[in-house]
């Protein structure tokens, strides 16, 4: 055990194995989220999932660039079509809860950055949750252009893969799933962060 480990160690309270024991509880996969077979098992289905959200991200931009000037990453893209979704006005925790996201700082600053892009605009109160957001007309030109150009890109290559329909159906089901225990898994950690 090197010196740096055992300063850590004291500092901390905890225990430090040896390397050799370390080296074989980690045997299953290479490195630390992986030291069991359902840790491996997980880890690589995360590390897909993460590879699947990049890609999906990059697309994203890519599409809307193609049709418009205004530089926006895959978040704002995705907040400008959820506003778009439906031609109804939403409030910001309603978008938030259409992306199940609540980094709400993260999300002022993506419709500030459409609004001032010109792509959407506020109605209603002044008071900030009672604020709704909706598409302008070059917006709304935006989101059709992009519309267009997934529809002439996407959908054939995916009607070329073998069986997609009903693999993205059932892929679609378990993530479902696999989202909400990551999100009970969020309340069970932030629970132990607070326990003593």
């Known amino acids: 055990m090197r ?18 024991q370390r080296a074989s509880n980690e045997r299953p996969g290479s490195w630390h989220l992986a030291r069991s077979e359902t840790e491996r098992r997980l880890s690589e289905f995360e590390f897909r999932v993460e590879r699947l959200a990049q890609a999906y991200y990059r697309w994203k931009a890519a599409c809307l660039a193609a049709v418009c000037d205004v530089p926006l990453t895959g978040d704002d893209v995705a907040v400008l079509n959820v506003v778009r979704m439906g031609d109804e006005p939403k409030r910001l925790s309603e978008i938030g809860q259409l992306l199940n996201r609540v980094d709400v700082p993260n999300l002022q600053y993506a419709t500030r950055k459409l609004v001032k892009a010109g792509l959407i605009e506020t109605e209603g109160s002044s008071s900030r949750k009672e604020t709704r957001y909706r598409p302008t007309e070059t917006g709304h030109s935006v989101t059709e252009a992009y519309a267009a150009l997934r529809a002439a890109t996407l959908p054939p290559m995916l009607e070329a893969l073998e069986g997609w329909a009903e693999k993205s159906e059932a892929a ?7 989202s909400s225990l990551y999100t009970q898994a969020a309340q069970v950690a932030i629970t132990r962060r607070h326990q003593p």
């Open 172 to 178: 679609g089901s378990h993530l479902e799933l696999v």
């Open 3 to 20: 010196k740096t480990e055992k300063a850590a160690a004291k500092r901390t309270g905890a225990t430090v194995k040896p390397k050799q």
